[in-house]
């Protein structure tokens, strides 16, 4: 299941398919594993796991299903680094002496590798990263912006502004 080359594009459908199968394939392995350190004191720390899990599971799973998918990637993305954060939580507390954490560990980083590669294809697909991968932002108020929107803004305003701040821009 590990790439080889390091490089992940999402334009394919079966690309998509992949972090679905790998989060599924995580689960196969935390699931046993937690349910070996379920002691009453550590069961917050197991149930938190477990929601984050479920959680990043149903995110990727909508992912793959909605036309607009940046948001859901960034809430994804979000849920990753809570449920990396604590998996660490967890090994410092020196609960997860189960040998299957350090693949549980592995296999969340390459998610979230994965998460990233995906989000970075969607923003260059809708415009709103530079070649450099930075993201256009409106100069007022911060909003995520395309090229065309920045390019025709710069030239009109002579800043970068989203649609609502040229709005407000013009009317003064
Ligand atoms: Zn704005």
Redesign the pocket.
């Known amino acids: 299941m590990s790439d080889k080359n390091g490089h992940r594009h999402f334009s394919k459908a079966y690309e998509k398919l992949f972090i679905q199968q790998k989060v599924y394939d995580l689960g196969l392995y935390l699931w046993p594993a937690l349910g070996k350190i379920n002691k009453e004191q550590r069961f917050v720390i197991v149930q938190t796991l477990m929601q984050e899990f479920n959680e990043i599971k149903k995110l990727v799973f909508v992912a793959n299903k909605k036309y607009s998918k940046k948001d859901t990637l960034r809430k994804l993305d979000t849920e990753i680094g809570a449920f990396k954060m604590d998996i660490q939580w967890a090994n410092d507390l020196g609960y997860l002496k189960d040998p299957q954490f350090e693949v549980i560990a592995n296999c969340i980083i390459e998610v979230g590798q994965m998460v990233g590669g995906w989000l970075k294809s969607e923003r260059e697909k809708s415009g709103t990263i530079d070649a450099d991968g930075k993201e256009y932002l ?1 100069s ?2 911060g ?1 995520v912006i395309t090229k065309r929107i920045s390019d025709y803004s710069s030239t009109h305003f002579g800043r970068s ?2 649609y ?2 040229q709005k407000k821009v013009s009317k003064k």
Request: hydrophobic share 50%; with cysteine; proline share 0%.
């Open positions: 409106c007022a108020c909003a502004l989203c609502a701040c």
